[in-house]
């Protein structure tokens, strides 16, 4: 048999995937609800994209309360770095939407477009990432963290225990997983 060819869908996968067959079994207002989550999705990764571009290129926006403009303008103004991996291991890593240290001064801020609200623990372990990738004792550092949502921004100053707390959990967490990949 000669099957069909599909060079358009290679890599790609389909909203009703038979791997993710979950949706045999979904009333139509679920499954018209967990469409528009998933085109929410989406849309988060292009204001993400937009985000880091506008960034990158020094593109101030409208000063508005809108969420986006705040966060471009902010990163923007403070001269933050925009999509900046931080790593630990291949076990932890992660990357900051947008990073500056000077003067002994770390930000980082986070840009959340979905409705859920959004926890600043992300954020805490971006800055314990930091301080083990760049050899930088959390006790020595000020930290600004910032969450812009919903046409907010919430900003935090994390005690250095609680970053030296997620710091040890990460070194610990590793060895762990680590000496579970030696047994296996």
């Known amino acids: 048999m000669n099957f069909n060819e ?3 869908i290679e890599g790609r996968h389909s909203f009703l995937s038979p791997s993710q067959y979950h949706w045999i079994n979904y009333s139509p207002e679920k499954l018209e609800e967990r469409f528009y989550n998933s085109e929410a ?3 988060g990764t292009e204001l993400h994209e937009y985000a880091s571009m506008a960034i990158k290129l020094g593109r101030k926006q409208p000063r508005t309360k809108d969420t986006v403009n705040m966060f471009i303008n ?3 103004g403070y001269m933050m770095q925009s999509e900046q991996p931080l ?3 291949m076990n932890c890593f992660g990357t900051a939407d947008a990073i500056s240290f000077d003067k002994n001064l770390l930000r980082i801020h986070d840009l959340k477009t979905g409705v859920t609200e959004a926890s600043m623990v992300q954020l805490e372990i971006y800055a314990a990432l930091f301080c ?3 050899s930088k004792n959390p006790y020595d550092v000020s930290m600004e963290l910032r969450i812009y949502q919903r046409n ?3 900003i935090e100053n994390p005690e250095p225990e ?3 707390a997620i710091m040890d959990k990460i070194i610990d967490f590793d060895h762990m997983i680590e000496r579970i ?3 296996l």
């Open 41 to 43: 999705v989406k849309r």
């Open 132 to 134: 083990l990738e760049y």
């Open 74 to 76: 902010d990163a923007i």
């Open 6 to 8: 599909h060079w358009d």
């Open 152 to 154: 907010e921004k919430r």
């Open 181 to 183: 990949k030696k047994d």
């Open 87 to 89: 790593y630990y291991s």
């Open 162 to 164: 609680t970053i030296r």
